[in-house]
């Protein structure tokens, strides 16, 4: 059975640092496509960083590109988000996905976790 649970989100103050991990059982996270989305209230779910499966390479947003890296860590069969210099538009819920299919590009699939809160400022 495929399940994601994500962990680490918490309150933070501008300009700090922040991991977040996701953590994936039921399948390994290397042959998917694997994302993080993240939601703010009264926003739509964005896509914030995508990892290609294998080493076949990285997408982020625009307004997440240089401060955040999307990595795996293939011994946990994890899905990292790094997080520097972050900004009160940042405050969001965060979420990981999975790819629909292997090797594949990435289309979203139904597998989502809980989600993890992340909030910068005040």
């Known amino acids: 059975q495929v399940r994601l649970v994500e962990s680490g989100g918490k309150s933070v103050q501008p300009g700090e640092s922040l991991r977040l991990s996701c953590a994936a059982e039921?399948?390994?996270?290397?042959?998917?496509?694997m994302t993080w989305h993240r939601q703010a209230p009264g926003q739509e779910r964005e896509l914030v960083a995508l990892l290609n499966p294998g080493d076949r390479g990285t997408r982020y947003a625009d307004s997440v590109k240089g401060r955040f890296t999307i990595s795996r860590e293939r011994a946990d069969n994890t899905v990292l988000l790094q997080m520097e210099n972050l900004r009160p538009e940042d405050t969001a819920v965060y979420f990981c996905?999975?790819?629909?299919?292997?090797?594949?590009?990435?289309?979203?699939?139904?597998?989502w976790g809980p989600g993890t809160q992340v909030t910068v400022g005040t």
């Open positions: 039921g399948f390994t996270v290397d042959v998917y496509g």
């Open positions: 996905n999975r790819a629909q299919t292997a090797w594949a590009n990435y289309q979203p699939s139904a597998h």
